[in-house]
């Protein structure tokens, strides 16, 4: 499975936006680009994916670097809320595969007042 | 819709006991899989299902066991309980969208063997 370099901890101000980094170097052409996040004691939730074109949700914006060996994941305005450690996964759609998620260890967000 | 729902929310266990933990979706995913976290780390997926009957490991399965008889149901069987297997336990679902949709996940199981 294709690999993914996160930083391991970031810090924001609340209300100020966050651009959390990650690093697939050997991203193949069929990896997504997943993004989940973990709030404490709770499972992980789904935030936010892509393949080769920026995306945005209501939760979120990704944005993907052209060669596809990076991206970042926007929090256009963090709130405490916001506080939890952020995944960024690879995810094979090979046709025939289970497509299975891969977790590192992510990125500690700390929001502060 | 409940989601993906796991029980029990907790359980401590005696070294040898055995247990089974539940896991429904009511999302009609096909895809379904189990995970365990352990303190400060990130998940690691111990079996995984692609439908009613079929089931295959994922990267740590030793020590478990797992059935899927419904599309409803997965549940994770563990026989012989040992302190090593002390964790959280996630259950999730997702469509055969071969990678183009979200997992989904429950909100866990914490299991102590003592």
């Known amino acids: 499975d294709a690999k993914t370099t996160q930083p391991n901890s970031m810090e924001s101000n609340e209300e100020e936006p966050v651009h959390l980094p990650c690093n697939h170097s050997?991203?193949?052409?069929?990896?997504?680009i997943h993004w989940y996040r973990q709030l404490p004691s709770q499972g992980p939730e789904y935030v936010i994916h892509?393949?080769?074109s920026n995306v945005n949700n209501r939760m979120a914006s990704l944005a993907i670097a052209e060669d596809r060996k990076s991206s970042t994941l926007i929090l256009h305005r963090a709130t405490l809320r916001d506080a939890a450690v952020y995944y960024c996964?690879?995810?094979?759609?090979?046709?025939?595969?289970?497509?299975?998620?891969?977790f590192g260890t992510g990125t500690r967000l700390q929001v502060t007042l | 819709n409940a989601g993906v729902t796991q029980t029990p929310k907790f359980r401590i266990l005696k070294i040898g006991q055995s247990m089974t933990l539940q896991c429904a979706q009511d999302?009609?995913?096909?895809?379904m899989y189990w995970y365990r976290q352990d303190p400060g780390m990130g998940l690691k997926l111990i079996y995984y299902?692609?439908?009613?009957?079929?089931?295959d490991k994922g990267e740590v399965p030793n020590g478990y066991n797992v059935s899927r008889s419904t599309t409803e149901d997965f549940p994770l069987r563990l026989e012989l309980a040992a302190p090593s297997q002390t964790s959280v336990y996630f259950c999730?679902?997702?469509?055969?969208?071969?990678?183009?949709?979200?997992?989904?996940f429950g909100s866990g199981t914490r299991l102590t063997v003592v």
């Open positions: 892509g393949l080769t």
């Open positions: 996964i690879l995810r094979d759609v090979t046709t025939g595969t289970a497509s299975k998620l891969t």
């Open positions: 999730a679902s997702s469509p055969p969208g071969q990678g183009r949709e979200g997992y989904t």
């Open positions: 050997t991203i193949s052409g069929t990896d997504y």
């Open positions: 999302m009609n995913h096909n895809y």
């Open positions: 299902s692609v439908g009613a009957g079929i089931t």
